[in-house]
């Protein structure tokens, strides 16, 4: 009962509510910051008295997984100890008073095997166990041992289009494989995560990462979410229902989009931003073209009906 009304609390907090279009959110293109093959175009919701849309209004009552973990609030376990029955589930302890949102692409390294998110999930703050469904990224391994589970990040948009547009496993271990082929990364489990071994794309990644993390810390907080472009081509964009969870969602997702850049990313003579509109008029114009748009390209989280967060690539 208490987790209901506080995703009761966490989806009426306006009397009208209102979808994640141009009706309540724009396209700050003179915001835009850029840092070598990288371009990062704010959105944010258009101004009400109280600063922000109806529909954007703060929540406290929500963290995201990555806070959780950091601030020992939420555990992470394997569900069994064999392979067939349960590598594609991973038990989560909420041990808060808040519920915790999971975003699909977010990985996590360790336990038997690392994993992947499979799709956006909001946890009950109950002490309960509590299931997420996940892809392997780990396709060599299957532990006896346990490790200690550590949070990764959002995984790069290639491998999250992937994951979104197939679901499939073998296609998952496919794209890692020729990820780490490209790289002439080396890695015994074929573990996605053994990208990180690569110093030299680290410290580049690094240096694109206290960029744009430095421009996000100088700007003022009414952003929910973003639109990227490498070269000539849009790369993806998050959406979120309002700035808290964009804020607590900004990191690991800086560094899945700073990975597409470093790795698969254009020059850095950037699309003209008429070409990024017409992509984002797709997205955001109304509801109907909205949905007609992400069901090729994306994919939108809705809760009770609400949209919580919006997903292109």
């Excluded at 490209?182 to 240096?207: P, W």
């Excluded at 699309?271 to 994919?299: A, C, H, W």
């Amino acid at each position: 009962m208490k987790y209901f009304f506080s995703i009761l609390l966490f989806f009426c907090s306006s009397i009208a509510f209102t979808q994640i279009t141009y009706q309540n959110v724009f396209v700050d293109y003179d915001s835009a910051w850029q840092y070598k093959n990288l371009k990062i175009i704010p959105i944010r919701p258009k101004n009400n008295p109280n600063g922000l849309a109806p529909m954007l209004i703060d929540n406290p009552e929500i963290i995201s997984l990555s806070q959780a973990l950091s601030q020992g609030l939420a555990t992470i376990s394997e569900r069994g100890t064999a392979s067939t029955e349960n590598v594609h589930w991973l038990r989560i302890n909420n041990q808060s008073d808040k519920s915790i949102f999971v975003g699909s692409g977010e990985v996590i390294g360790g336990g038997r095997q690392d994993r992947m998110v499979m799709k956006d999930t909001i946890l009950s703050p109950t002490k309960h166990d509590q299931y997420i469904p996940v892809m392997c990224v780990e396709e060599g391994r299957w532990a006896e041992k346990e490790k200690k589970f550590t949070y990764d990040n959002f995984a790069n948009n290639h491998l999250r289009k992937v994951l979104d547009v197939g679901k499939n496993q073998v296609l998952i271990w496919n794209e890692i494989d020729n990820q780490l082929l490209s790289g002439d990364i080396k890695s015994n489990t074929m573990a996605y995560l053994a990208r990180k071994m690569d110093k030299k794309s680290v410290d580049l990644g690094d240096d694109y990462f206290k960029f744009f993390l430095q421009k996000f810390k100088n700007s003022d907080s009414t952003i929910v979410g973003f639109v990227c472009v490498s070269g000539t081509k849009i790369i993806g964009s998050d959406i979120f229902a309002n700035r808290s969870l964009f804020f607590s969602q900004l990191e690991p997702l800086l560094r899945g989009y700073i990975d597409e850049a470093v790795f698969f990313g254009g020059t850095n003579s950037m699309l003209p931003d008429d070409k990024i509109k017409e992509y984002m008029d797709k997205l955001l114009t109304d509801e109907r073209s909205q949905q007609e748009f992400v069901k090729k390209n994306g994919k939108i989280f809705r809760q009770g009906g609400r949209v919580i967060h919006i997903t292109t690539f």
